[in-house]
């Protein structure tokens, strides 16, 4: 279980799937979905699987993220940031960055990065399918650029 201090002072990594494809998200010191708060073994199992897939995919970089990180932090794109990101969209997973870093029960994210060539659910194995599937999204990721998780299931 991660605790509430744990989900307030950490920048946790989490997936869901929409039922066809993957996503990775990057808590920011956010409240997490239940299904992922209750299970930090889970989750961990989850990170440490996606972590080490070959890559597979060209990357997109969200055309406003630069906008985005503007507002935010007061600066544009660069490098250290985008890192992370561009490492699992590499590995077919749309990749989510909380967009109010360190405000607890702000619930939304923005897309960094998209892959060309999506991981699928069906191509997983099914004991990493089973933990996934905790965690849905009923959305289209092709074309999304925020989420509010508290739509998460």
Same mark, same amino acid.
């Given at each position: 279980? *991660? ?11 989490? &997936? &869901?799937? #929409? ?8 808590? !920011?010191? !956010?409240?997490?979905?239940? %299904? ?6 889970? #989750?961990?199992?989850?990170?440490? =699987?996606? @972590?080490?897939?070959?890559?597979? /995919?060209?990357?997109? +970089? ?8 503007? $507002?935010?932090?007061? /600066? !544009? +794109?660069?490098?250290? =940031?985008?890192?992370? *990101?561009?490492?699992?969209?590499? $590995? !077919?997973?749309?990749? &989510? ?6 405000? &607890?029960?702000?619930?939304? =994210?923005? +897309?960094?990065? %998209?892959? @060309?060539?999506?991981? @699928? ?9 089973? +933990?996934?599937? @905790?965690?849905? =999204? ?16």
């Amino acid at each position: 279980m *991660y605790t509430e201090i744990e989900q307030q002072t950490l920048d946790i990594d989490w &997936f &869901f799937t #929409n039922g066809k494809y993957v996503s990775f998200m990057a808590s !920011g010191g !956010g409240k997490l979905p239940e %299904s992922i708060a209750k299970s930090k073994e889970d #989750n961990l199992v989850l990170a440490s =699987y996606f @972590r080490n897939l070959p890559e597979i /995919s060209e990357i997109i +970089i969200n055309p406003d993220l630069n906008n985005i990180l503007m $507002k935010v932090f007061g /600066s !544009g +794109i660069d490098e250290r =940031y985008i890192e992370d *990101y561009a490492l699992m969209t590499r $590995k !077919g997973l749309y990749s &989510f960055d909380k967009t109010h870093p360190n405000q &607890f029960t702000n619930p939304n =994210y923005h +897309i960094v990065a %998209s892959p @060309r060539n999506p991981l @699928r659910l069906e191509d997983l194995p099914e004991n990493i399918k089973d +933990i996934l599937t @905790r965690t849905t =999204y009923n959305i289209s990721l092709e074309e999304i650029q925020s989420i509010d998780i508290t739509q998460i299931s």
